[in-house]
């Protein structure tokens, strides 16, 4: 069965500070999905970026960008300049091929950005 | 546009008290339909999931059912609720494609309260 580890619980770090959220998944399937999302202090969660497992492409939109790395079972995220704005907990997670019915989410990481 | 409402935003409740959480989505059709509950300070834990009318798939036994009475419709009940209920409820929705995996979306969530 697949699995999601985000090994950091929290991480606190000082506005315009980068920072590394990681990711680290499991999967028996050649074909898979990998997605983070945003959960605000609202509470809702915003979908982020998805990849699929054949694209190793790096992306990167505005302050965020993600490391995509198959050899290490990796999916890492990646804000430059945080802001404040940024506080949130973000989640990674994992679908196989099959499609989102057995989508799996990592335990998330609380980052708190300082003024 | 698709569009997901879930109400009530904030619930209190006693224990032994019924529920009724409820679902809508707009602008789709034969959605799979999902709903998380999130302990405070936790993770994303999936609790049942459904793939049409009437389909109902449970992942975790507890004291909660789940109802999908029209296509867009999805209901999270409890006859009588326990203390550990207590959390934050949150309603997702996707649409499986053969050859892409979109993601979830989810909706606003309610915080639920038992006391």
């Known amino acids: 069965a697949q699995k999601v580890t985000q090994a950091q619980t929290e991480i606190s770090v000082v506005e315009k500070e980068d920072v590394t959220l990681d990711c680290v998944y499991e999967?028996?399937?050649?074909?898979?999905?990998l997605f983070w999302y945003k959960q605000p202090p609202s509470g809702e969660l915003v979908f982020l970026i998805r990849?699929?497992?054949?694209?190793?492409q790096n992306e990167i939109s505005g302050r965020y960008s993600w490391n995509f790395q198959k050899s290490t079972s990796s999916f890492n995220f990646t804000i430059t300049a945080s802001q404040v704005v940024d506080s949130a907990v973000y989640f990674c997670?994992?679908?196989?091929?099959?499609?989102?019915?057995?989508?799996?989410f990592g335990a998330g990481t609380r980052l708190t950005v300082k003024p | 546009s698709q569009t997901i409402h879930q109400w009530p935003a904030t619930l209190v409740q006693p224990v032994g008290s019924p529920l009724s959480l409820e679902c809508t989505v707009e602008?789709?059709?034969?959605?799979?339909l999902y709903w998380y509950r999130q302990a405070a300070g936790r993770g994303l834990q999936l609790l049942f999931y459904?793939?049409?009318?009437?389909?109902i798939s449970s992942e975790v036994p507890q004291n909660l059912s789940a109802s999908r009475p029209q296509d867009r419709q999805f209901i999270l009940s409890s006859k009588k609720l326990l203390l550990s209920d207590s959390g934050f409820y949150l309603c997702a929705w996707s649409t499986l494609q053969i050859d892409y995996d979109y993601g979830y979306t989810f909706g606003s969530g309610t915080r639920l309260t038992v006391v």
């Open positions: 990849r699929n497992s054949f694209d190793e």
């Open positions: 999967t028996r399937d050649t074909t898979y999905y």
């Open positions: 602008g789709t059709s034969n959605p799979n």
């Open positions: 997670a994992l679908s196989e091929e099959g499609g989102s019915n057995d989508m799996r």
């Open positions: 459904s793939v049409g009318i009437g389909q």
